[in-house]
């Protein structure tokens, strides 16, 4: 499983690098920026709404950092907020797909324990309960956090 999440870290990793070396996220930012406007509250939904997506579809709260970081600062920085809003937003955004994934580590993990018996649905059983139970909180508690910070 280490050598798993090192693979996933270093390609993010190496992806991040990409967004950065090639110029585009400038761009990216000003154009996010311009379209949310002064909206604070629509920059963080988006954000947090983008961040579940992302994560979700490798399933890695630690290796969607590097790949949301080189966006969210700038864009955080740009829409005005503070840095620990920033931290909020990008941490929250990270864990929420990491929550429901059906490829994450915190859903296999439960369907290897519970499946004991044979009877364990992976989706069903696992990745929704966790995915309502986790996000819905996650996303008001760091919506919150974002608009007091």
Same mark, same amino acid.
């Given at each position: 499983?280490?050598?798993?999440?090192?693979?996933?870290?270093?390609?993010?990793?190496? $992806?991040?690098?990409?967004?950065?070396?090639?110029?585009?996220?400038? +761009?990216?930012?000003? *154009?996010? @920026?311009?379209?949310?406007?002064?909206?604070? *509250?629509?920059?963080?939904? #988006?954000?947090?709404?983008?961040?579940? $997506?992302?994560?979700?579809? $490798?399933?890695?709260?630690?290796?969607?950092?590097?790949?949301? *970081?080189?966006?969210?600062? +700038?864009? !955080?920085?740009?829409?005005?907020?503070? +840095?620990?809003?920033?931290?909020?937003? #990008?941490? @929250?955004?990270?864990?929420?797909?990491?929550?429901?994934?059906?490829?994450?580590?915190?859903?296999?993990?439960?369907? @290897?324990?519970?499946?004991?018996?044979?009877?364990?649905?992976?989706?069903?059983?696992?990745?929704? +309960?966790? $995915?309502?139970?986790?996000?819905?909180?996650?996303?008001? !508690? @760091?919506?919150?956090?974002?608009?007091?910070?």
């Amino acid at each position: 499983m280490m050598a798993q999440i090192a693979v996933i870290i270093t390609i993010a990793s190496g $992806f991040a690098g990409l967004l950065t070396a090639t110029g585009e996220v400038a +761009p990216l930012v000003e *154009a996010s @920026a311009a379209l949310i406007g002064d909206n604070r *509250a629509l920059g963080a939904a #988006l954000m947090l709404l983008v961040g579940l $997506f992302i994560t979700i579809g $490798f399933g890695d709260a630690f290796a969607s950092v590097p790949i949301l *970081a080189p966006i969210y600062v +700038p864009l !955080c920085l740009a829409l005005g907020f503070s +840095p620990l809003a920033t931290v909020a937003l #990008l941490g @929250a955004s990270a864990a929420l797909g990491d929550a429901g994934s059906p490829a994450s580590t915190i859903t296999l993990g439960a369907t @290897a324990g519970l499946n004991a018996d044979g009877q364990h649905d992976h989706i069903k059983d696992s990745v929704i +309960p966790t $995915f309502l139970h986790a996000n819905i909180g996650m996303v008001i !508690c @760091a919506w919150i956090a974002a608009m007091v910070l």
